[in-house]
Each structure stands twice: as C-alpha cells, then as structure tokens.
C-alpha cells in the first residue's frame, strides 16, 4: 500500500486503486487502474489483452469463408453486424451481386441484432446503478429475439448466418410471423422501460450531467455509435456510407448534444425506436428468389484494398483486408467500436466519483472481445 | 471535396507526397516519412480539408518494409482520404506519433507498436497494450515465429 501512494502539494494523497478484470460492472475482464484523490479520479488507465485471442494473426491463415464465424466472436451482441461487414467487405472485392432477398434479410437481421444488444445493455446498465427489475426486464426482450434466431440460424449468439453472397439459409416459415408478433409485443414493452428507468428520479439524478464528452473530443477520440451520437457526432454508417437495404428504408439518425450519461442511455433507447419502424418496413416486403449468390468455393480476392464500414450495435465497425491475390488475406485489420469508446473514457470519468465512472461505463456498452480482438 | 480537388490541393500544399493515379476505393497519398505529423496537422487544422476524424489506423508488414496506413475522414464535409507511409527500416522502424492531433491514434499506436513492434517518437506513453509487458517478439510481423501456439498447415 505504501508505494501507491503519492503525496499531492496541498496535503492529500493519490492513490491507485485496480478495477477489474473480475469486477461485474466492466462486464468482462477488463481491468482499469484508476488514480484516485479521495473518491475523485484523477486517471483512469485501461490495461487491455486478458482475452486478446489474436485474431487478425488467425485470419492471416484462414480462409475468406472461415474467417467471418471469427467475427462473431467479437462483439458477440452485434454477431450478425460483424458477419455482415466481413461479407460485405469480401463481396466488395469479388463484385458479387447479392439477391435483393438477402439484402432485405441482412438488414432485418441487423435490426434485430440491434435491439437485443440495446435490450441486453438496458437491462445491464439498470442493474450496474443498483437496480435488479430492469435485467429481469431486459433479458424477457432479449430472449424473444435470440428464439427468432434461433429459428433460423441454429444459434442463438454466435449465428454465423451470412456468408459471401447472401445468406446461409433462407428464412424458417415461422419468421415472419414471430418477427411481427415479437415487434407488436415489443412495441408495448418499450414504454415500460421509461418509466422503469428514463423517468425515475434516481436514475435521473445519476446520470444528468455525469460524464460529458464534448463533439470534439467524441471527434477526436473516435467515439462512434450511441456514445457518439449523443455528444453530437453525426456518425451513423447506415447514414452517411448506406450498405445493403438502407438506403431504401426511412429512419432518422438519433442526435443529441449534451453528450452526457443520460443522452447516451437516451439515444440507445430512440434507436430501438427507430429499429422497429426499420423492421416494420422491410418485413412485408421480404423478395421472392434466391437468397445466396452463387460464388466460388475458394475465394480469391483481387489484389488491392477493401475497407468496408457497418454501424453495429456499439459504433462503426470497419473491416480491413489487404489482399495479395491469395486465398487467405495477407493483412486483416478489425477496426472495432468499443476500442475507440474505451479511449474516451479517462476523459469522461475524470474528475468524477467511482460510482459516476459506472454508470459512464455502462453507457458505452463495451463488449470486451470486441476490445481485445 | 472529391479526389481530384483533393489532388490539386494537397500538391500545392506539399509538392513531395506521391498521388498515385489508381483506381482505388480511396484516394491514396504516400507521404514520406518525416513528413507525416506535418501533413496530417495540415490536413486536419484546414478549413477547406478539415479531416478531423481517423477512423482507423493499421501498419501493413510488406517483405520490404513497413506501411504505416491511416484513414481520415472529416465529420463535417465526409470526405475521407487515405495517408500511406513506407518505413524503410525493417530493423528500427520509426514514425512520428500522431496522436497529439488524433486522441484515438493513442491506443491504435500502442496496439501497432505492440503487434509490429514500430516506434512511435513522442508518444506519451509507448508500452505493450495487448500482451505482458515482457513478451518476446512482435507476433503480427510475418517472420514472427511460436512453435507452440501457432500450427502452421
């Protein structure tokens, strides 16, 4: 104990204090040193890798279609995004015209991936500032969805259900019908949820003002996604780079400029908001025809770069290849959202208490193989 | 800004960094190595560039040498361009940091210099991120070898 502490000149002491990797609000094994004055933080310094499985040095000797079942493992909540991304990045290179039903499923697919990843964090996010009910609530949501994919895909969290050229299968008979009585249903729930946590005085009083992040700094550091979007960085993918079907539905980007706790958990709830009304959209007028494109069983990617980007669940998620012209990639880069949100969080706890630097935490959402890769 | 104005200006501005005329899905610009924090202040304080947003930052080990690679894009105008810098040295490799201007390339260098093993000069706090601080080797090089973990097929 002796050595942490450092003498400050006015006479009260700095100390650090280790969070993580096994405390229950980082939601992983994430470990933060924090250098404390009293209960202020002064610093907080992530130290990352504890499950760092390095998987940009694997994909350096698999192939492109073994690659894409490593992305799920990432941000395993945006599972279905990553896959997309990979896909989306290989088709790129190989210029494969995807059917217009694949298109449409992806895009459900994401929505839905969306809002059980929001659901989950809604439930986790009540429960790190001391509130059980909201996890309860949150995983009964969450669980719906996963039966949906379940359904389909044969998983529940890892679905690996995109492959260059469509999709693995086409839809079970049952997903339409379940899809809209889960929306239906949701669409009800939803209003449960502020008034469980939006508009409850305790809540408010935690979260209003806490960990601020200004634009330049949401800018500067890279934070993207929700996190991003509530400190009044214009960055939605689905937006301003359109992928699959977005360009054809109409949503609206959620902006706030407070960039506090509270528009962070704010813009999350708006955007299952507007991921139902995406589903709703699209899930009447799912194409007739195939769902996979023909391609290759070896895929060998043309020479060159290919940089694809998707709004995830957590921000933009870029996928990287360089190729050579071989059948594996010759460098593969993930440029994934929790690692750039993670940065930012020294300066948004800074100055604030332990309990503040949770609740700050929770709201960036962050997914610790998503950080560690 | 499309890319042919992109061209005329960052040649006027810097009459030593190589456009490539390729058809590329960004526009491509090698700077040289010394060159590189005064590009991209250039780049990102300009009003008519303003590309204040790096979404991403990788290294690229080349047989030759190493390819340090940075996206830009501006959050304001969304125009977005690629800076490439070859680190000839495969012994030393060197580069200026650039994370005073990009808070995010702070982690990203410390994952580069991690993985690679490149040296960020004026980088405030240059250490290992992913793996313990006394691991041998720079496992994202191509002649990085582990005999245990990884199975070569």
Redesign the interface.
């Known amino acids: 104990m002796e050595q942490n502490v450092i003498m400050n000149p006015d006479g009260t002491q700095e100390y650090f204090v280790n969070m993580g990797p096994q405390h229950p609000s980082t939601h992983g094994v994430l470990r933060l040193v924090l250098t404390l004055d009293g209960e202020i933080i002064e610093k907080v310094e992530p130290h990352l890798g504890y499950i760092h499985r390095s998987i940009e040095k694997m994909c350096e000797k698999d192939n492109y279609r073994q690659i894409i079942h490593l992305t799920d493992r990432m941000d395993y909540l945006s599972a279905h995004m990553n896959n997309h991304a990979v896909c989306l990045a290989i088709e790129n290179g190989l210029d494969v015209e995807v059917p217009e039903r694949a298109v449409v499923i992806r895009v459900i697919m994401d929505e839905l991936t969306r809002i059980s990843s929001h659901t989950l964090w809604w439930g986790v996010m009540g429960m790190d500032l001391g509130a059980i009910t909201s996890f309860l609530y949150g995983f009964r949501d969450h669980e719906h969805i996963t039966e949906i994919f379940e359904e389909t895909c044969g998983a529940r969290l890892t679905m690996n259900y995109n492959v260059p050229g469509g999709v693995m299968f086409d839809l079970h008979p049952n997903f339409v019908e379940k899809t809209k009585a889960f929306i239906a249903d949701f669409k009800k729930k939803l209003p449960e949820y502020d008034t469980l946590l939006s508009n409850n005085v305790i809540f408010l009083e935690r979260t209003k003002g806490v960990g601020i992040l200004t634009k330049e700094m949401a800018v500067s550091y890279g934070v993207t996604g929700p996190a991003g979007r509530a400190s009044g960085f214009s960055c939605d993918v689905r937006k301003h780079e359109p992928y699959s079907a977005y360009p054809n539905v109409d949503f609206n980007e959620i902006l706030y400029t407070e960039g506090d706790t509270f528009h962070r958990y704010k813009a999350r709830i708006d955007e299952m908001w507007e991921s139902i009304k995406i589903i709703e959209q699209l899930i009447d007028v799912i194409p007739e025809g195939d769902f996979q494109a023909k391609t290759r069983n070896v895929i060998k990617l043309p020479k060159g770069e290919f940089y694809q980007k998707v709004e995830t669940a957590r921000g933009e998620l870029g996928v990287f290849i360089v190729s050579d012209g071989k059948m594996n990639p010759y460098r593969m880069k993930f440029r994934s959202p929790g690692f750039s949100n993670l940065s930012a969080l020294d300066e948004m706890a800074r100055g604030g208490k332990i309990a503040d630097l949770v609740a700050t935490m929770s709201t960036l959402d962050l997914v610790v193989p998503d950080i560690d890769r | 800004m499309t890319n042919e104005e992109f061209i005329t200006i960052i040649r006027n501005w810097f009459p030593d960094v190589e456009i490539p005329e390729e058809d590329?899905?960004?526009l491509n610009v090698f700077v040289p190595k010394e060159k590189i924090l005064e590009v991209a202040q250039k780049l990102r304080n300009d009003e008519v560039t303003k590309l204040?947003?790096?979404?991403?930052l990788?290294c690229?080990?080349w047989p030759e040498h190493f390819q340090m690679?940075y996206?830009l894009k501006s959050?304001e105008h969304?125009h977005m361009l690629v800076l490439k810098v070859k680190l000839e040295n495969k012994e030393n490799p060197e580069i200026e940091t650039l994370c005073h201007l990009?808070?995010?390339a702070?982690?990203?260098e410390r994952e580069v210099y991690d993985?690679f093993g490149i040296k960020f000069i004026n980088h405030p706090d240059l250490r290992r991120?992913?793996?313990?601080d006394d691991w041998i080797g720079h496992?994202?090089r191509k002649d990085y070898v582990d005999e245990i973990n990884?199975v070569?097929?």
Do not use: A, K
Request: aromatic share 12%.
């Open positions: 590329s899905q960004f204040d947003y790096m979404f991403n990788t690229v080990d690679i996206h959050s969304g990009y808070r995010t702070e982690l990203h993985l991120l992913l793996l313990e496992p994202l990884i070569s097929l």
